[in-house]
């Protein structure tokens, strides 16, 4: 049925057909009275979806690049009670539908506010409004994309069909990373592109991460990690390259703390780094994980570092002793792809890549949740800056979406009418 596929490595290239026409939206209303919240009409298939979620399980293949026991860290994971809600569903809709370039690479939906979301759709950044509940396109890199002349900046020069493979989205600022080494940077409430360049001439120098955050003194810079195992960092003034780091394995991750002091590394290795975020000098080395990581999130209060792995744990590690991670926390089918806590800090939520979504309470330390359950490749995932709402890209052929929950608050008995 549909495009659900049976592993990570089946999604390499999604390209999701739109068709306005099929669009088949959900309600909070129509979920309550029994509608699917994806509109799936089980009832015209062959399997309910009880039986179809029963062969996922069994059947799903997850993505490892160094084998091991499938029960190697069970005896290390928290136990979690499950069955709790922290976001009630609000609304799902396919008038967009997010699209993921590379099947290991899942950071691909921002939300602004809650009520804005960006996200990739092939050659585009497509941004959602949850108000008007329509979608439009930010900008294209399907033809050619040339920075703006008034940046005199050496580096800069044009491209042309960029396969989006990472994105950033923060204070009007869009970052796209390209599968080529390219990296695109656009300031929403400014015409063309404001910057954009070719990091490498390694054309297997794939973009796998973008980040934009403050430093130490309050100042904006831009990070890119690429397979060619540099980190670089630039201004956001005039985009001009700070600096440039080094490491022994190719970058998948990176993510700054919020005080600006320490930067994640994340790659092709078991053990994850922490480094100065000015200087790049590795302070410590974080060691447990299995196999290679692929995701990061810092708590707002920059002790806690939380890292996703294709051992299908997620770490959490407090900075203020590096000997070993403080909570071990697994998935249910897969790798953790995917990493974020909101910016209150009362909640984490963790996308493994496809299926399943967990959002953990912090505040009990990590051994409640929510468990959001569908069935599709997950393209990211994004609390709102306010805390308040959270989205799910799901990229799938047929049932490619965008899912819309509302944090759920003790004193709010009346459900949305919509």
């Not at 860290?73 to 136990?79: A, H, I, Q, T």
């Not at 996703?308 to 002793?321: A, H, I, K, P």
């Not at 963790?350 to 490749?377: C, N, T, W």
């Not at 944090?407 to 009418?417: A, G, I, N, T, V």
Request: include cysteine; proline fraction near 3%.
């Amino acid at each position: 049925m549909g495009d659900f596929q049976d592993g990570e490595r089946h999604n390499d290239d999604s390209e999701v057909e739109y068709d306005a026409q099929e669009t088949t939206d959900t309600s909070a209303l129509e979920y309550r009275n029994g509608k699917d919240i994806q509109g799936i009409p089980w009832e015209r298939l062959n399997r309910s979806r009880e039986k179809y979620r029963e062969i996922r399980l069994k059947e799903y293949k997850n993505y490892e690049n160094l084998p091991r026991s499938e029960n190697e860290l069970d005896k290390e994971c928290r136990m979690v009670e499950s069955g709790h809600t922290f976001y009630d569903f609000q609304f799902n809709t396919r008038l967009v539908k997010p699209t993921i370039k590379h099947f290991q690479l899942r950071n691909l939906i921002w939300a602004t506010s809650k009520h804005d979301v960006y996200m990739t759709q092939n050659y585009s950044v497509m941004h959602w409004s949850s108000l008007l509940r329509k979608g439009r396109e930010a900008f294209n890199v399907a033809g050619l994309v040339v920075p703006k002349m008034d940046y005199h900046v050496s580096a800069a020069h044009p491209l042309s069909r960029v396969q989006i493979s990472s994105m950033a989205v923060r204070d009007n600022l869009v970052v796209a990373g390209g599968s080529e080494g390219e990296l695109i940077c656009k300031y929403l409430n400014r015409p063309g592109v404001n910057f954009c360049t070719k990091l490498t001439p390694d054309d297997n120098a794939i973009t796998n991460t973008v980040d934009i955050y403050r430093t130490s003194i309050g100042s904006m810079c831009v990070s890119a990690a690429n397979n060619d195992c540099y980190v670089r960092i630039f201004d956001t003034q005039n985009f001009i390259q700070l600096n440039c780091l080094s490491f022994l394995w190719p970058v998948n991750n990176t993510s700054v703390s919020p005080d600006g002091k320490l930067l994640a590394v994340l790659g092709d290795s078991t053990e994850c780094l922490l480094a100065d975020a000015q200087s790049g000098k590795v302070v410590a080395s974080l060691k447990g994980h299995l196999d290679y990581s692929f995701a990061s999130a810092w708590h707002p209060d920059s002790n806690i570092l939380a890292t996703g792995n294709q051992d299908r744990t997620c770490r959490l590690w407090d900075v203020r002793n590096f000997s070993e991670s403080v909570a071990v926390l697994k998935g249910k089918l897969g790798s953790i792809r995917g990493i974020k806590f909101s910016a209150d800090g009362q909640f984490m939520a963790m996308a493994e890549p496809a299926d399943f979504i967990h959002i953990l309470d912090v505040k009990a330390d990590y051994s409640r949740s929510q468990e959001i359950d569908l069935f599709g490749e997950i393209a990211g995932l994004s609390f709102s800056p306010d805390s308040e709402a959270f989205f799910v890209g799901i990229a799938d052929r047929t049932y490619g979406s965008l899912m819309e929950f509302r944090r759920r608050h003790p004193y709010k008995y009346l459900d949305s009418f919509i």
